[in-house]
């Protein structure tokens, strides 16, 4: 496992951080029915491997996703711990309505939410999950600097942000991180967003770098044809026409320069989005243990110009940008 400091931060990061959205079951952006008992073991697998971070949030699963960080991590040393990234943004109500939120009062509340949930006292990168209502982002930034000044909160960072969004807050506080969408269906963050990442030393988390699971040559008509009912991808327009076709395209050619590797194609996708100099690391989605080894490969995996070139053209197409 390769390990690259997160911005200007004093965290030092795997390649490969834990993504734990569905570990949040069965919700309305869930992505159908999961055991905890496998979470669990995933978590405690990925470790094993070298990952020392990994990525949640409260909404995931109406707060279920960061009970069962809270539950994997209280059967770890305290001093074999790994990083906690968890983020703030949405309430709920008792029939499951989720609606965005940053005012101070709401974060204060979800922020001592989160650190029961999650079995600790302070939460080492502390985000914004999306800029949403626009017209508190300023509340909601100066929220995060004072939290940090009390000590709850190591760093704080911004997730799905466009350059405009972080200029207007950076003034407050200085950002620590970014997470934007960023795979080879989604790169439309490459024009501005991570330039301007690597031109203020800001560390770049990327999510979904396997599109969802389009990207690991599982993901057929057939498969995703047969998705649960509550899984959010089926209504994806990355999962639909016109922009599937164009991705499993993309899928193809992943398949023959994984295959030269000797690794999956998930593990090729990831490690593409390496080569691009603003990122730090990729949060990569876990379900299963049997899933962490072929996954936590790309966080070693450097892939020759020539292939990552090939990945680049064959991505080209203007659908591709578009995925989710």
């Not at 390769?2 to 959205?21: A, C, H, M, P, Q």
């Not at 269906?185 to 301007?196: A, F, G, K, Q, S």
């Amino acid at each position: 496992m390769n390990f690259k400091k997160l911005g200007e931060t004093d965290l030092n990061v795997s390649r490969i951080g834990i993504g734990t959205w569905a570990m949040g079951g069965r919700w309305q952006w869930g992505w159908g029915r999961q055991q905890d008992s496998d979470s669990i073991e995933t978590i405690h697998q990925a470790l094993t491997q070298g990952v020392n971070w990994l990525d949640t949030a409260p909404v995931y699963g109406l707060g279920h996703s960061e009970e069962v960080v809270g539950k994997a991590l209280s059967d770890i040393p305290a001093s074999e711990r790994p990083m906690v990234f968890t983020k703030c943004g949405f309430n709920w109500n008792g029939q499951g309505d989720v609606t965005p939120s940053l005012t101070a009062r709401s974060i204060r509340e979800e922020i001592e939410a989160s650190l029961k949930r999650l079995c600790v006292e302070t939460i080492d990168l502390y985000q914004i999950h999306w800029p949403n209502p626009e017209s508190e982002l300023e509340e909601a930034w100066a929220t995060l600097s004072e939290l940090k000044q009390e000590g709850k909160i190591r760093y704080a960072g911004v997730s799905n942000f466009s350059v405009e969004q972080m200029q207007r807050i950076s003034p407050i506080m200085p950002i620590d991180s970014l997470q934007p969408n960023y795979s080879l269906i989604h790169r439309d963050v490459e024009t501005h967003v991570l330039p301007y990442c690597d031109m203020h030393d800001m560390g770049v988390l990327a999510y979904s770098p396997m599109g969802s699971g389009l990207l690991t040559g599982k993901m057929t008509r057939t498969r995703i044809e047969a998705l649960p009912e509550d899984d959010w991808r089926r209504e994806a327009p990355a999962f639909n026409e016109p922009q599937l076709s164009v991705n499993l395209a993309i899928v193809q050619v992943l398949e023959g320069i994984s295959s030269n590797y000797g690794v999956s194609c998930a593990a090729a996708a990831i490690a593409w989005t390496f080569a691009h100099p603003a990122l730090s690391a990729a949060i990569v989605g876990m379900r299963t243990p049997d899933q962490v080894q072929a996954l936590v490969t790309a966080g070693s995996l450097q892939l020759k110009d020539e292939d990552i070139e090939a990945l680049n053209l064959a991505s080209m197409e203007p659908a591709a940008s578009e995925g989710e």
